[in-house]
């Protein structure tokens, strides 16, 4: 359990700066001025911040184990369609629905880690272990970002959510 959550975790912090370093690409595959491109990062951080406490009441309501996973599920998809993206709307509207996906994701898996660890000095260390998956995708971003776009294409950088979603939503089962 603890690992599926910081798994979530991690995308979900890795994919709010690993895009930045891939703009240039992305306004010159899908003709994105710069407005659009603000679209691409905020709409991520728009949908994550504004639904988040909504998400946790919804995963209060449905169970932590479930409202996790389909966060997971619809992240891991919204990743796919980033990466397939043909234009800038679609990224865009893609982008909205992994920040979406993303705050069900966040409350639901500290209440897994919560769950699964009912003794306060286990929990305790467990919190700091999903807390350093955080510190970690931050400190990777724009370094993967930057790899991935150089070498391959910016639409990688969604691509590398796809095998940590899977593997999250096997764990998890």
Sequence with gaps: VLTASLMGFFVIALDALVVTVALPDISRSVSGGMSGLQWVVDGYTLAF?????????????????????????????????????????????????????ASLMMPASLALVRQAF????????????????????AAFGPVAGGALTTALSWRAIFFLNLPVGLLGLILLT
């Design 49 to 101: 911040a504004s639904l988040m406490l909504s998400a946790g009441a919804l995963s209060d309501r449905i169970g932590a184990s479930r409202a996790y996973g389909l966060g997971l599920g619809l992240f891991t998809a919204a990743s796919a369609a980033c990466g397939f993206a043909p234009n800038l709307t679609m990224l865009i509207v893609a982008r909205l629905v992994q920040g979406a996906a």
């Design 118 to 137: 009912p003794d306060a000095e286990k929990r305790a260390r467990a919190i700091a272990i999903w807390t350093g998956a955080g510190a970690v995708a």
